[in-house]
């Protein structure tokens, strides 16, 4: 069925009766939320002391904030990680049909991954890779 | 073909001379003698001399019209090397790094000006724009800087998404990439279907905001005036032409004329009426001279798209005229403007006095940009109107623009009425007779094109 | 599945993206919507390249009508990722100057 018949046979449904239901529930699952949440917050004990609010992980003693910054050179290897591993993607359409394309596909692949191997070179030569300070 | 390879292979090379030379002042004689070799190479692929012989499946056609724009553009990318390239050492620690970059840029405009494919297109304008947003960003303790590059690289990748939208809805329509059988397709049609136009119109707003067309402009100022000013003196020319360039390729006159459905000069004549108003008006009122020529730029990418909007032998023409006429111009006014300690109008105050010979040069490059006769200006103005008389219609478009370019005559002589009839000490940086020699060469280069324009035209059809 | 429903669902999912670009303030959700954008037209691509290919396939099983529409995509994708690389490294460069992605925070160059 195509989207302008949809759209074309909306008007004929438009009755207030037919649209009763759908409100009905509507307002029964915002109501029963609604009516839940303030049931649970009233009704609910309250003991706010510090070892109940504290961070719960298998027992073990929290240490340290989440929010550290971390080095700057674990986000340039995520970078190249992306850079490199997106690549390969042009892998797929030559290894399907290696067969066919012959000898001039497996130069052109040749000159790819020289490209490639060109910049494996250049950034380990800047030193990108360099995980010691 | 030489020019796409050996770009993107100079590229590397530039790339490696970072490892490998340890003194950073023979880099830009690298580079430039690396853009003396992509110039020639060109120039031999011009006249039938390719040095590669690949099957392109029609990928990328050559014809005369890009590979003279490949010319323009390298060769501006050399005067502007060799004129600012000392400059281009001062902005930073990875001075191999920006030549590879220029080069990486000069491989996208290269397969923009010979794209026949819409991959190509896209590919073209992202090895194009991907280099400039590293370049916009590279004072990378400078906060106008990073806000400069920031707000470029979304606005670009935006108009990338908006781009590629556009070419989706094509390929949906005609169902191939291949720019000429688009253009059958367009021809053919009686009716052409939702999905081309509205392809179509995604193009024209994704390739409006490449060249900073008017409603789509908002970026360019900022970018423009955050940028260390080296790489602003890059974007603002070479760059924009490019994009222009491409912009023509894909507007061609088939694909336009053809689908009634829409009404495409009215379209750009819309977008020249506002690019001129805005980039006009606005440049009047700027205090900085490096910020008005960001404005100045918008309203002179107003003038290049009539170029769009004949879509005439003459148009084309026209536009790489005008392509070479604006970039020296804006070079030259860029090389002297990094020179100055002052960029704001005040800065400029008795330059006259302390150094007659750029005051000169600078004042003949500025001529150029509005359009004084005996200036190349003047002759890509006229070409760029003229194609619009000879489509005979809309002629009350020629008289806006020609208003308007009275109007921009204004603030070009602000900067000379500074520079020769107020007081001041203009401060600038030292000198050397080297740049000096090179402002002449390119102030001659402006003069001779405006007094003989037909010598570049006759080039062009040998 | 009709082609229309592509159509609809790859618009949708674009409308969002630009909405997203034009009023979200964080550097990096724009970011995402920009890349919600760009898959959004991978989508369409496909969905295109199989609509013609279907007949094609079906009258010749050697035919490659529409295989360009899916190398489109690889295509969107690898210089997406280089886009990626590039953005991100441009995100934290103005992070670390100011410890923020608020691009509010952009107003220097305002007159």
Not at chain 1, 7 to 17: E, F, I, K, M, R
Not at chain 1, 37 to 64: N, Q, Y
Not at chain 2, 250 to 265: C, I, P, Q
Not at chain 3, 84 to 101: C, D, E, P, Q, W
Request: aromatic share 14%; glycine share 8%.
């Amino acid at each position: 069925m195509h989207i302008t018949g949809l759209l074309l046979d909306a008007p004929q449904a438009n009755t207030a009766a037919n649209y009763l239901p759908i409100a009905l529930q509507l307002l029964f699952a915002l109501g029963f939320v609604a009516t839940m949440m303030i049931v649970t917050h009233l009704l609910g004990p309250k003991r706010k002391t510090a070892d109940k609010l504290a961070t719960f992980t298998s027992g073990i003693e929290t240490h340290g904030n989440a929010r550290t910054p971390m080095a700057i050179k674990y986000f340039l290897v995520a970078i190249l990680f992306v850079l490199f591993d997106v690549e390969v993607i042009f892998f797929y359409p030559y290894a399907v049909n290696f067969r066919a394309l012959g000898w001039s596909g497996f130069y052109s692949v040749l000159m790819f991954v020289g490209f490639f191997i060109v910049g494996f070179f250049y950034i380990i030569k800047k030193g990108a890779l360099v995980w010691e300070d | 073909m030489n020019a796409i390879i050996l770009s993107a292979v100079l590229g590397v090379v530039m790339m490696f001379s970072s490892v490998f030379v340890k003194n950073k002042s023979a880099l830009k004689h690298i580079a430039a003698a690396g853009l003396l070799v992509l110039l020639i190479a060109n120039i031999a692929d011009t006249y039938g001399c390719s040095l590669f012989k690949i099957d392109l499946h029609n990928m990328l056609r050559f014809d005369k019209f890009g590979l003279f724009f490949n010319t323009i553009g390298i060769g501006a990318t050399l005067i502007y090397v060799v004129l600012s390239g000392r400059d281009i050492e001062k902005s930073g620690n990875y001075v191999a790094e920006y030549f590879a970059l220029i080069f990486f840029v000069l491989c996208g405009l290269t397969l923009l000006t010979s794209f026949g494919n819409l991959l190509m297109l896209f590919i073209g304008i992202e090895i194009l724009s991907i280099p400039l947003y590293i370049l916009t960003g590279s004072d990378k303790r400078n906060l106008k800087s990073n806000e400069a590059a920031i707000k470029y690289f979304l606005m670009g990748s935006f108009s990338t998404g908006i781009m590629l939208m556009g070419i989706a809805l094509i390929y949906g329509g005609t169902g191939s990439f291949q720019l000429e059988v688009v253009r059958s397709v367009f021809a053919s049609y009686k009716g052409v279907s939702f999905l081309e136009i509205a392809g179509l119109l995604f193009l024209l707003v994704a390739m409006a905001f490449k060249v900073s067309a008017a409603p789509f402009h908002f970026w360019t100022p900022d970018v423009y005036d955050g940028a260390p000013s080296v790489f602003t003196s890059f974007m603002a020319t070479v760059v924009k032409a490019a994009a222009f360039v491409a912009f023509i390729r894909l507007f061609d006159a088939r694909v336009t004329e053809t689908s009634a459905a829409v009404d495409w000069k009215m379209l750009f004549s819309i977008l020249i009426i506002s690019t001129l108003l805005i980039g006009n008006i606005t440049a009047v009122f700027q205090q900085s001279v490096k910020r008005m020529l960001a404005y100045s730029s918008i309203a002179q990418a107003g003038f290049m798209l009539f170029a769009l909007f004949s879509l005439n032998d003459m148009a084309k023409e026209g536009l790489l005229l005008y392509a070479a006429a604006y970039s020296l111009a804006t070079i030259g006014i860029f090389a002297i403007l990094i020179k100055m300690k002052d960029v704001s109008f005040e800065g400029y105050n008795g330059l006259a006095k302390t150094q007659p010979l750029l005051a000169a040069t600078n004042t003949i490059f500025l001529l150029s940009l509005a359009g004084i006769p005996l200036t190349a200006g003047f002759f890509a103005k006229y070409y760029m109107l003229a194609s619009v008389i000879k489509t005979g219609s809309y002629t009350w478009l020629v008289i806006f623009a020609v208003l308007f370019a009275a109007v921009s005559a204004y603030y070009y002589f602000r900067v000379i009425q500074a520079m020769y009839f107020k007081n001041g000490e203009a401060q600038t940086d030292t000198i050397t007779p080297g740049f000096k020699a090179g402002m002449v060469i390119v102030a001659a280069i402006i003069v001779i094109v405006g007094i003989l324009p037909q010598t570049i035209l006759n080039w062009f059809y040998f | 599945m009709p082609i229309q429903y592509y159509i609809a669902l790859a618009a949708c999912l674009f409308c969002i993206g630009i909405i997203g670009v034009l009023t979200r303030r964080n550097a990096i959700i724009i970011f995402m919507c920009i890349e919600l954008m760009l898959n959004a037209t991978n989508l369409l691509l496909v969905a295109f390249s199989k609509m013609y290919h279907g007949p094609a396939f079906a009258a010749d099983a050697t035919s490659t009508a529409g295989i360009d529409g899916q190398l489109f995509v690889f295509f969107i994708m690898v210089v997406a990722a280089a886009e990626v690389s590039v953005g991100l490294a441009i995100i934290v460069m103005m992070y670390r100057n100011v410890h923020s992605v608020d691009i509010n925070f952009l107003n220097r160059l305002k007159n």
